[in-house]
């Protein structure tokens, strides 16, 4: 049952999340708010994961939601279920695409597609961003205003923005790596 409730999830996801695996972020989000497989702080740290390691960021992502709730088999079926509407849909389009290449509707579509995807991706980044930097669940338990910041997301942060700044020539992946250690540096030291 949890392998087919997997792929159901996952297939819903890979069906409407168009703009790549930043815009399955809110179907993430709703995933985890219905199964509880997962938590948010859990999510934020796929997300740096699958930011970290090659290949698609929502691929990743599935891949490790089903590995923790179902195991190799719970991972290969997420995935499955994750990319079987992208190959449907590619194969529909390529036994279509010659004669619908020139039409204007079509093209009318994917243009009205740009600010969607745009908008899901934006709307994750904002996710992260608040995941990162602010501590929600602590301020409520709390009240106290100084446990609503992140102090080592916003210095972490505060970092990689000067580093950036200071060596711009640098590849992106090099910040990324450097955030991957020090997150891990930071998880060892119980920061």
């Known amino acids: 049952m949890i392998y087919w409730q997997l792929f159901y999830e996952f297939f819903k996801t890979g069906l409407f999340a168009v703009g790549g695996g930043l815009a399955t972020l809110p179907f993430l989000y709703g995933i985890s ?12 740290d796929m ?8 290949g ?23 995935t499955l279920g994750l990319i079987t509407p992208s190959v449907l849909v590619i194969l529909i389009i390529a036994g279509f695409l010659k004669a619908f290449r020139d039409n204007r509707y079509v093209q009318y579509v994917f243009y009205g597609l740009r600010p969607a995807s745009t908008g899901l991706i934006a709307a994750a980044g904002f996710s992260i961003a608040a995941i990162s930097l602010f501590q929600v669940d602590l301020f409520r338990q709390t009240g106290s205003w100084l446990n609503l910041f992140s102090w080592k997301g916003i210095l972490l942060a505060a970092v990689i923005y000067f580093l950036i ?20 540096a930071f998880r060892f030291a119980g920061v």
């Not at 599935?62 to 079926?77: C, D, H, K, L, S």
């Not at 711009?168 to 955030?179: D, E, M, Q, R, T």
């Open 33 to 44: 708010d219905k199964t509880g497989w997962f938590t948010y702080g859990q999510l934020a």
């Open 47 to 54: 997300v740096a994961i699958s930011e970290s390691t090659p």
């Open 56 to 78: 698609p960021i929502g691929v990743n992502m599935a891949t490790y939601v089903g590995f923790t709730t179902g195991g190799f088999p719970g991972a290969v079926i997420a």
């Open 165 to 184: 700044k200071k060596f711009p020539k640098v590849h992106p992946a090099a910040f990324i790596g450097l955030s991957a250690v020090a997150g891990v």
